[in-house]
Each structure stands twice: as structure tokens, then as C-alpha cells.
């Protein structure tokens, strides 16, 4: 039913999983769970999905922008090959956006026709997990100062809690999921994510989110600046969040007084099978 096209390259062959590489190998895991029929790198069926999009999509793709040519998630907006995209924009389906700010970039300041952008978060796992508490608290630190990682580990020790940091780059996903089971909550101190599959992961094993978010997505320079967000897909079923240092002591106190399950959230709004219905749904759309 559906041709999916990417290229193993594009993930730079580093055998750690990544962001790019989550996308496909979840993708994949979805569309056998839900028994979709698909080929890769190959039309042999309906609708043509070209997962990324660079130089590479741009030589080997090229004769594949038809009606039934769906592009995304994984587009780079500052690529050159991206003018490819937006000047054909009448020959191509739809160019598939992971949240709706990374839509509001597109649109905002690319100068995409809206009604050719879908948005569309691939599907994550529900495991099994088993709780053990043996820590207060795990902070997620990705693309924040280290000036912010230090105002979150005196907060956390002024109110005498435990906590473990784990730093994007440096850790495996056995790491992840073990110091998750292992602690009441997470203290999200993350940049803007365009979709943020791994903070998602957390929330599928039912860990509590504590999240010092931001506002705007600034790193192209302010030109390119957007409203966005750590957490693109939220609920307060799966915590608190707040903006400013300012603002900890009242938003932990908020936090500390309610009682959460982000698992539902994510079984409800990002589970494979979910995440499978929404594409489908795109695809008959359109």
C-alpha cells in the first residue's frame, strides 16, 4: 500500500539511535503491528513516501514528485534542495510536518501553501516497564545552558531531593529506560524538539514531566524565529510546565500536587497504532 523511500546515509551511519533513524525504525515497527503492506525504496504501490529530503532525496526522488508523492517528516527548511519542494508545490500531494509549529515555520517563513502541510508525530512504543524507585528525580538535559542545568540541580538540592542527569548524546536506551523506572519524575531541560520522540518514551513508561519549556524556536537567528516548544505534544495528564526560573517554586508545588499518566496520553495520541490511523488518514485525504 505504501512505497517508502530513505536512505540509510542519512543517518550518517552511527550505529546509536537517533532522532532520523527513530523515525523509520518506528515507522516500520507501526505499519507491521497494524499489518499495512509496504515497500521500500521501490513503487510498487499506492502512495510514495519519501521520509527525508536533501540532497540525496533531491537526485534519487526527483521523478517521484507526482500526485501521490507524499514528503517528510524529515525536511531541513534551510536545505538549498528545499526550493525544489516549494517551487513544485503544485505537482507533489502533501509535505508531512512532525507538530505544528515546525507547520508554522514552513508556512511562516518558507512560504509553503498551508493547505498543502499535514502534520503527522510517528508512532511510539508502549513497553512493558517496571517501576523501582530508587531516585527523586531524572533530568533530561538536551540544548540548554549550563548555566539553566545548574539553577535545576540547586533547585533539586535545596529541596533535598535525589537526581541523575543524563545529557543528550551520551547515553543508550537502556540507560534512559532503567533510570526512568528507577525515578518518580522527570525534570525536562530540553531546547525546542519537532516532535521529541524520546521525551515520548518517557511518558510511555508513565514518568511524571516536569518541564521548564521555551517559547521560541531561535536557531537560525531571530529572522527565522517561530513560537515552539520542548514538548509539541502535551497534556497536562502528563505534568506541569513553566517558562521562566522564576516560576519553579509555584509550578513544583502545582506538580507535587496532582497525580498523572502520560502513558495514556501517549497510548491515546502517539501510539503506533495512532500514529498509523493519522497517516492513513492523510493519505485518503488527500
Known sequence: MIN?????????????????????????????????????????????????????????HSNLELENCFIGPQVWFFDEHVRVIQQNAHFYNKLIVPSQWTKDLAVQKFDFPRRKIETWPVGVELPEYHPSVKYDCLVYFKRRSEEELQTVKDFLENKGLTYNVISYGSYNQEELETLCDQSRFCFLLNGTESQGVAVQEMMARDTPMFVWDVTHWNDQGPQWSVPATSVPYWSDECGVRFFNADEMELAYETFCSRIYNPRQFVERELSFKSSVNRLLEIFNAS
Do not use: C
Open 4 to 60: 517508502l523511500f530513505y536512505d540509510e546515509a542519512y543517518w550518517g551511519g552511527n550505529p546509536r539511535m537517533n532522532g532520523p533513524k527513530k523515525v523509520v525504525v518506528n515507522l516500520l515497527e507501526s505499519l507491521k503491528q497494524e499489518n499495512i503492506t509496504y515497500a521500500v525504496n521501490e513503487e510498487k504501490y499506492k502512495y510514495n513516501f519519501l521520509l527525508h529530503y536533501d540532497y540525496r532525496g533531491h537526485v534519487k
